[in-house]
């Protein structure tokens, strides 16, 4: 029997956007109280209220400095394992105390219960941003206000507990402030740390269930360079048999459920010879992303539409991809600084598009864009047993791809004076 | 420019497939000769080949049995965590020397470095069974076979090691013999203990990369039942803008990515008075799963189509469900015992073809399937505003879902002797 439930309260036009509605509600409540709001809906005003993440309430406890030395740039990241800094930031959260005083303290191993969360159900998120070594000695990070703000998003959409970014945002550049002196030496100005802010739910229950308890951890380790591979980076298709991201799923947050799924296939690529899959969406076959960053074409277009040289990327209003800080910062510079050059377009465009432009002889460049590869020139494409070359025209990059690199890396390392660059510090 | 890539090898129709061709050559190799296939091909026959994993290996180091009582029935489960019995099984892997000899040892904690695969990219995936204390006195558990060789498709979905699935299968039934007599006492019988075997990327890497060291544990704890809620699960549609799985993902997997992304909007429909959601595909709106179990509705077709009272349940060609070992037994035995009542039909259908049935007094009852919730009576579908009220002709369960049930727990409980229901043993 069919009835109307005045008893649940909700109309029907509400239940076609539970999710959305649910994340936004949070996020807005965060804002604006910057309550706990993951996991359920507490009081304000009754009761002791869950206690705020609060970078102030920093504790302390410095490893010896004299126990690991600096590895040179040329092993730093030859081994199987990431070599992290001397210490790293934890805050732990429950459901009813809140946000405990987060801790600085040497780098080692978490315990967790063999029933944590996180190890069944990945309720896990993390944000990855760097630590640049300026040209002007200072150490700097790049907009790290937008990746404690993507996470803050990450972190509800996967039901773990919210925090006010800002202090996530305290908690980054202190670390840095406390390991990059000595793990990101002044000289070696244009290098750079990786810092990978990360919340995990620990509570050791195994109801599939949002976590009551969960940790926040931050480190700072070596990473590669991998923006200018010899040759190019190689793209390989993504599979009719294998989609990374659809409508309606999480393709937009930095979940660890986008991550683990997709190594199968870009296994395989590798074992072809490709470094990545670039992601296709439907059956249009929409340009996604590339591997785990974001995609980025110089073509010219067709006369009929133009003529004009475009530099064409994904769109975000359909919560496909994710939102970049690298992809934001190139779409905001491109149109600022090579509006006389090329016009920035954020649109949907298939691997067909690309398939045309290239055999018209309208196809000027490509590249991933993102914290780990940076900008990484994309010198080919293979789709359904064809390859298409991209020019590489100065060599080892794209002439407009070496153009933004250079306008961002200027940024970063402090050529440039810029608000996005912002030299970190404990406060 | 275009150019075919005799290079690569491949033609274009394998670029469709990656993935399941990926997948099943794998499944293969470990049926054909064991070898853990998870993360790159070895040469049979030279170097040493990694160690398979072996549970005749197992190593064994008792707690002391007088340090936890088992605690009663009524508490086991009425704390924020999950009361695990005295041991766990774990075994570790690496790439290069394959898998160590498993170990039996007390429940503790693990430890993981802050940059574990497992903790970032989701490379984690389980299984969940029960042990079953017969009304015979003996344990025993149901189809464990089925479990250990879903585990291994997860496994390798998710780029982690392979394994022999029956030397699994031999490590669950282990920590069975070892553990039920004190967790799953004699005096019973009727009760049950939750096996949790889980598989999680070790490495401590932040590489985006199948995990080259991984860990293999096993827990057995307590579980509340939830077969049976005063007044019936109730279920409300997933909204509009929520996925759980796609054509082309990893639904059919029991991988930590199914779960996590999917707890926001349960919580959501939780703080509405629902017990579960009934995941929708599609704009048909194709029923797939209730919450993270199967879904199965007993309806009477139209007289247009027969009138045949029909099982129905989603089928798994297209590889959006949990092929669920309860849903799997539930379809063979309604075929091979309920033919004289009611026909068993696996296809997709929609949430209107539900509606419309109700509308038209043909539906007449629900449940959902699982390990966790076993088979559970659905009382109410919530879809967009409307409440379908499903009958519990039996006051807590519809009649064929009762049958169902009983004909199921016959086997687990020992009532009736039947091959899937495996008494537990040390070999």
Redesign the interface.
Known sequence: ?????P??G????Q??????S??NHRIAEQAANGTNGA???HANGHAAAPAELDASKLTIRRADPAARAVPDEATACSG???I?TDH?ITCAWDASRGWAAPELKP?G???????AS???????C?EGLKAYRGFDGKLRLFRPDLNAKRMLMST????LPGFNPKQVERLISTLVAVDGPKWLPADRPGSFL?L?P?M??T????????P?EALL?I?A?F?PRMDSMPGGLKL????????RA?????GYAK???????????????R???FGQILWLYGPEGYCTEA??SNFFVVWRARDADGGKLQLVTAPLDDRLILDGVTRRSIVELARERLAGELEMVERKYTIDEL?DA??EGRLVEAFAAGT?YFICPVSLV????????IPLGKGDSGQYTAKIKGLMGDIMYGNEQHPWGVVASMD
Chains 1, 2 share one sequence.
């Open positions: 029997m069919v009835t109307h439930t008893t649940n909700h109309a029907g036009e239940d076609v956007d539970l999710t959305s649910a994340l996991n359920g809906h199987n394992e990431t992290c790293m780098y191993p978490l315990s967790l219960m063999p029933t996180v190890l069944h159900y990945a309720t896990e993390f509800l959409r996967i039901s990786y990978r990360a995990i739910g509570q050791p229950q195994l109801g599939v269930q949002a009551k951890f480190t380790s990473m390989h298709t993504s599979p009719e048999d294998m989609v659809w409508v309606g799923g999480f979940v660890g459920a986008n991550y683990g799924p997709s190594l199968l296939a870009t296994n395989e690529a074992a072809r010879g591997g785990a398939l290239d055999r780990a293979h789709h359904r047993g064809k390859d298409v070359q």
